[in-house]
């Protein structure tokens, strides 16, 4: 049976932020502003290449409606040469996360925690072993890497609702301010959840707390797969996809079964998925994620998003076909863009 994890400590917290780009810098640079006062000890940053080294010479930059400001922060591309840390907060693209498992296990003090922001399914997301036990999802955790080394037990929940981008090295553009929300699973003590909303609130990050957390999840995460998909496969923003009747019941069709598969989990969807079609219809011409890796020649994140998700739903024999399909188109395009 695993020993129940140390409290926090009092005092100041120290936190690492490993990955700086658009989310992690904004998260960053919101902690690096705070101080003491906040509740807050050293801020660091892990990143790499020319954005490293625009946040050592210039500090970490963010162009908020209010303003430009500039942070000093403590930025390495070695967690090893960093303390161990009270908070690390990962804001990384799910596959960049499980090679970093010993170096994450490494940089966390005993009772450190760690918050991951992710887009889809987390690897520390509890899904049937098959054997009556419990484990991360394949195709985020291979081989349950960040399983042992890391812990679920230290995750805390994190979704990022914001809009954010990187328009140069060490700047960061939070065009869209959002929030955080972040929780832990039924029957989990939350006294970390507590402190560390609190000190992410202290540091002026809008918080919200939903509890379960997997309402929260599964309200992000079916969007997520029925937009994000169908939007890459026909290169559209949402608003014109959604213009498209059968793409718009392709695109509904797709929600439902995630509907079944959250359903399955004791999550209630936040928002009801024909008003959110109807909204997105209404809306800008927003291009999701996954679309803008496609147009970008960057690797999809296919496997957070879509793959984890069918795992859970194999995890209660839960078919999903319309996903299924969408999901094998779109790992095939990221295998043919990687042979070119």
């Not at 937009?227 to 608003?239: E, G, I, K, T, Y």
Request: glycine fraction near 12%; hydrophobic fraction near 45%.
């Amino acid at each position: 049976m695993t020993a129940p994890l140390p409290p926090l400590p009092e005092g100041p917290l120290s936190v690492c932020v490993v990955g700086a780009g658009a989310i992690g810098g904004t998260i960053a640079a919101h902690l690096a502003g705070a101080g003491p006062e906040a509740g807050l000890g050293e801020v660091s940053v892990v990143a790499r290449g020319a954005h490293l080294q625009a946040i050592q010479a210039q500090g970490l930059r963010l162009q908020t409606p209010e303003g430009l400001q500039s942070y000093r922060v403590t930025a390495t591309d070695d967690p090893g040469s960093l303390p161990p840390q009270d908070l690390v907060i990962t804001a990384l693209k799910g596959h960049q996360v499980p090679p970093m498992a010993e170096a994450l296990s490494r940089l966390l003090a005993p009772h450190g925690r760690i918050l991951p922001v992710v887009n889809g399914v987390p690897w520390w997301y509890p899904i049937s072993d098959g054997q009556g036990g419990v484990k991360g999802a394949e195709e985020v955790d291979p081989g349950g890497v960040l399983w042992d080394k890391v812990g679920a037990a230290r995750a805390i929940g994190c979704i990022a609702v914001m809009g954010a981008s990187v328009p140069e090295p060490g700047l960061i553009d939070l065009g869209l301010p959002g929030y955080l929300d972040i929780g832990r699973l039924p029957g989990e003590d939350r006294a970390d959840v507590a402190r560390v909303a609190a000190l992410l609130s202290a540091a002026g990050l809008k918080i919200r707390q939903t509890e379960p957390f997997q309402n929260a999840l599964f309200s992000k995460l079916y969007a997520n797969c029925g937009f994000n998909s169908v939007c890459a496969l026909a290169r559209a923003p949402m608003n014109r996809m959604l213009a498209d009747p059968v793409l718009a019941e392709l695109t509904a069709g797709i929600m439902a079964e995630v509907g079944e598969i959250a359903a399955a989990e004791h999550a209630r969807l936040l928002e009801d998925p024909a008003q959110r079609i109807e909204r997105a219809r209404g809306g800008a011409a927003f291009k999701p994620s996954t679309l803008q890796d496609l147009e970008k020649g960057r690797p999809m994140e296919i496997e957070p998003i879509f793959g984890a998700t069918l795992s859970v739903a194999r995890s209660h024999a839960i078919e999903a076909p319309k996903l299924s399909l969408v999901t094998a188109m779109l790992r095939s395009i990221d295998r043919e863009m990687g042979e070119t």
